[in-house]
Structures are given as C-alpha cells and as structure tokens.
C-alpha cells in the first residue's frame, strides 16, 4: 500500500517561500501520479498541483498559477511542491496525495485521489 510523508512546513512571512517534500514509498512511484492538496481553517480541501509519472505532465490549481512549481525526482521517490510570494491566504495543511495510475486526476474533487499523507502545516504570516 502507498505511502505518503509529507515534510517542509513552517512559518514564513508575506512574501516568502517554502518547498515541500512529499516523500512515497509501499508501491511503484514511477508509475503513480502526485498531487498536493490543501486545506485551510473551515475551508474544504483545495488542489494544488499535479504531476503525472512517466510524462511529467503537470497541472495546477488557480491559486498555485505562475506561484507554485510541482516537480518529482524518481530515483528518490519523491514529488516536491516549491511555493513562491506566499500570501496568509496559502496558510493551511498541505497534503500529498495519490491517484490509483499515471495519470493526474481534475484537482476539483478529492474522491479520485485514494492515497492520502498526513499533511504538514504551513503558515504564512502577514
């Protein structure tokens, strides 16, 4: 069974960056698709990014667009998430997540996502 670890959170001021580390093991990850999720006080769980296995296709949420890179490095099993001019508004949990294959799912719906880490906090002060 995939398994997820998610590492990289802290506090950083408006305007300030952050890169996440969404380290997988427990399954082939060079066949399995990555997302990172996030989800703020009282708010629902949002999409970030994704990318896919094999080629390296990548989509992003609007709020991630033209701030926030998604890479994955196979020979360490491990996607990251490189946030860049983060604003209060990004503060939350940030989660990495699986699909069941290679390719990306719609980040607009968590269901097709079946493998979920226990996500790390991110702040963003003003």
């Known amino acids: 069974q995939l398994q997820l670890v998610e590492s990289g959170g802290g506090l950083v001021q408006s305007g300030g960056s952050l890169r996440l580390s969404c380290s997988v093991s427990g399954g082939d990850f060079n066949n399995r698709a990555i997302a990172w999720f996030r989800q703020g006080s009282g708010k629902e769980r949002e999409g970030v990014a994704c990318i896919a296995s094999t080629t390296g296709d990548t989509r992003y949420g609007d709020s991630a667009k033209g701030r926030f890179t998604i890479s994955r490095d196979d020979a360490k099993n491990t996607v990251y998430l490189q946030m860049n001019s983060l604003e209060p508004e990004d503060t939350g949990i940030y989660f990495c997540?699986?699909?069941?294959?290679?390719?990306?799912?719609?980040?607009?719906?968590?269901?097709?996502?079946?493998?979920w880490g226990q996500g790390t906090q991110v702040t963003v002060s003003s």
């Open positions: 997540a699986a699909p069941p294959g290679p390719r990306c799912a719609t980040l607009l719906l968590t269901w097709p996502y079946r493998s």
